[in-house]
């Protein structure tokens, strides 16, 4: 099974633009993710694939792998997919490039789902995270996922799921974490498909998948992530890199 790692990076994020290129601690944050993502050992091939030529150039003069995006891409999906079409694999690992603290285990967990589907049900494996600050729950920035009895995404969104109407059931909420593991055959069906309706709502391109009936196994982790969407997540990555080093 050939597993491939690919980090989608945009220089213009719209909450934080240039954010790849912000200094973590000594090297960019885009260098910090590529260089997790690598160290793991267990892909065959990392690559960054981007838009921009600042970031492309700054993972190739550090070494690297990257490539060039040809077409404009509203999703991180659409951008892995087609710097991968060419490519011979049958797993791709969609390694957010704001995302610095990925790490081995959960890394192996997502590969261990498509190595245990034998009859090739699960089209997609990702990570979620137990939140319990109202401020994190509530935050529309942190996407929430709920899933069924055997921990397949129902759904995700950014409002409160699922809703504590009842206050009795202690029902976990858990963010979800960017980091995707694709059947490459699931990512090309993406590719050629229009934007779904609850995506467009929502904004999250998870849903796409989830409204053309693909099953998404969900991974619980107790790993912190620090997505790096605004600056006062940069503050905390830097913390966070500060006592983990």
Not at 25 to 49: P, S
Not at 100 to 119: C, G, S, Y
Not at 149 to 155: C, D, G, K
Request: aromatic share 8%; glycine share 4%; with cysteine.
């Amino acid at each position: 099974m050939k597993k491939i790692a690919v980090i989608p990076a945009r220089f213009e994020a719209s909450r934080f633009p240039g954010k790849l290129m912000k200094d973590l601690c000594g090297k960019t944050v885009i260098m910090r993710t590529y260089e997790a993502a690598l160290h793991t050992g267990l892909f065959d091939q990392v690559l960054v694939a981007t838009d921009s030529d600042v970031i492309y150039n700054e993972i190739i003069s550090n070494g690297g792998e990257a490539v060039m995006s040809q077409k404009n891409h509203e999703t991180g999906s659409d951008r892995i997919a087609e710097a991968v079409e060419s490519y011979e694999a049958d797993i791709v690992i969609n390694v957010q490039g704001d995302e610095p603290f990925t790490n081995q285990t959960d890394l192996k967990k997502l590969i261990a789902v498509f190595e245990n589907d034998k009859d090739q049900e699960i089209s997609l494996a990702s990570l979620m995270h137990e939140i319990t600050e109202i401020e994190d729950i509530e935050n529309p920035n942190n996407v929430k996922v709920i899933t069924d009895l055997n921990s397949n995404a129902l759904y995700f969104s950014r409002s409160v799921i699922p809703f504590p109407r009842d206050k009795a059931v202690k029902e976990p909420v858990y963010k979800h974490i960017g980091i995707y593991a694709f059947r490459k055959s699931a990512l090309l069906d993406f590719y050629n498909q229009s934007p779904t309706p609850l995506e467009l709502s929502e904004k999250i391109e998870c849903i796409r998948y989830l409204e053309h009936g693909k099953k998404i196994k969900m991974i619980p982790t107790s790993h912190l992530s620090i997505g790096i969407d605004v600056p006062e997540d940069l503050e905390k990555a830097r913390l966070e890199w500060q006592r983990l080093h």
